[in-house]
């Protein structure tokens, strides 16, 4: 990580970040929840998950197929933000922010691994409610996801804001299922210059769902 923010070896900078690298080993818990669920019904762009509705042309479109699929959220963990000593340091904040997101990181590999060694999953993909554009499927669907999975605050620390973000920020939520067909929400999502794309945008792909 050093070598990836031209932190130099052996500066006062070096010294201050392996600092935090040293707080973030002893304090970090990188966390992760799912559900196993089933799709109980379909109407149109309405998919009905263990009887919730979540309403996507998309996801409607994924899961057309699917019957058992995997609710999740991962998160660096609530410890981070607890334990975080340099409030108002603009550069040790954005290094607590990249070492919150790779503990995120681990937890979302070990989330994975775990669902495909215990449920024998072949290929999957993963939709995430805001992940895309906004009308790919709407953020405001947090709040049905969260409902598949219970007390999520209480099981790993994570909480759910009015504005249907999720605290602390290094946090992901979703719905993975088996597909023979490659997905990333990156694929429907206009924006420009996002460090996190992952995938091209796929003009022919937003065009079928719009007139799906």
Known sequence: MMKQLHVEPGSDDAGAFQGLMDLAVAVGKPKAVYAVSFVDGRNGDTVEIDGIPFTSRML?????????????????????????PAKGDMLKEFWWDLIKNDLLGAAKRHLADELH????????????????????????????????????????????????????????????????????????????????????????????????
Do not use: Y
Not at 65 to 73: G, K
Not at 132 to 139: E, L, N, Q, R
Not at 152 to 157: F, L, N, R, S, Y
């Open 117 to 212: 060694r215990k449920f024998r999953l072949g290929k999957t993909a993963t939709m995430r409610p805001g992940s895309g554009d906004a009308s790919v499927w709407p953020i405001e669907q947090q709040k049905e996801l969260f409902a598949l999975l219970g007390d999520v605050e209480q099981a790993i620390g994570v909480r759910l804001t009015d504005s249907f973000l999720m605290v602390p920020n290094k946090t992901t939520s979703g719905i993975l299922f088996p597909t023979e067909v490659d997905f990333r929400s990156c694929e429907v999502c206009h924006r420009k210059n996002c460090p996190s794309r992952h995938a091209p945008f796929n003009k022919q792909l937003w065009e079928e769902i719009q007139h799906d």
């Open 60 to 84: 409607s479109r994924n899961l057309a197929s699917s019957e058992r699929v995997f609710p999740l959220i991962a998160t660096c963990g609530r410890e981070m933000d607890e334990a975080f």
